[in-house]
């Protein structure tokens, strides 16, 4: 049976694989088809594509942060679009828009750290970045090679923590414009991890019910963060809206414990996916 993961990234974001060696690794670990995700960004797509050996297909997508609801009520939630025209002018300029808030952002989070005391420079951060998106991951990088934290996940329970002192939010579009973004550049829009606790609130069914109505076409049902109540949960509800369930690791290299292929998507919502896309198609979808 063909395994597939539908949720990695590289290091054309926070990952720190390199977009061409995406084939290869998928292909070590037995994988037949990998989508490429990064954070707010295609630059991965081209050498990830064309990284591939034969017998491994690259889906080009994205990951991007979407807020619902405001104030009290606020959650922060990621959406993954697959297959879309990266063309399309208004997709892409909301890409370019949370590119150039997530450096004001780092940069404005490096400061609130600098103002505390803490030895960490906004240089270090970009050059580990390496021109990609800036991530909370990078500052961490900074942060543990400063000595300030012991490890990654140190800095991420610490200096880095969602309500912190140190803590500034990107500038997220409300998701129901996320899902019409993605729509109208001929992708496939799936809710990233809707369970994810462990990274703050997370929505009712509720709310996914109003998304699938809004043009949700589908929910990342197993994935790391998901226990198996969650795992049941979800897959009800996806029944119940008709939701296309997909699985996936969302590696990030050694920048997360995860390995890729952790959790899979079924073939039949695999070639869902492919059905409903109508921006790029990869050779074997
Ligand atoms: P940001 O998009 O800048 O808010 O950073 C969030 C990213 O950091 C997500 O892609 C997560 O996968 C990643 N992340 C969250 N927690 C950790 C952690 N403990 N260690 C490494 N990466 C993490
Ligand atoms: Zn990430
Ligand atoms: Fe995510
Ligand atoms: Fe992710």
Redesign the pocket.
Known sequence: MMRIDLHTHTSASDGTDEPRSVGELAAAVGLDVVAVTDHDTTAGWDAAIAGAPAGVTVVPGV?FSCVVGEGERRVSV?LLGYLFDRAEPRFAAERRRLRLDRTDRGRRIVERLTTAGVPIEWPAVQRLAGGAPIGRPHIAGALVTAGASSTVDDAFETWLRPGGPYYVRKRDVDVRDGIAMVLAAGGVPVF??PRARKRGRVVTDDVIRELAAAGLAGIEVDHVDHDAADRVELRTLAGELGLIMTGSS?YHGTNKAVPLGANTTDPQAYAEVCRRASGTQPAHC
């Open positions: 990951e990621h990233a991890h969302d």
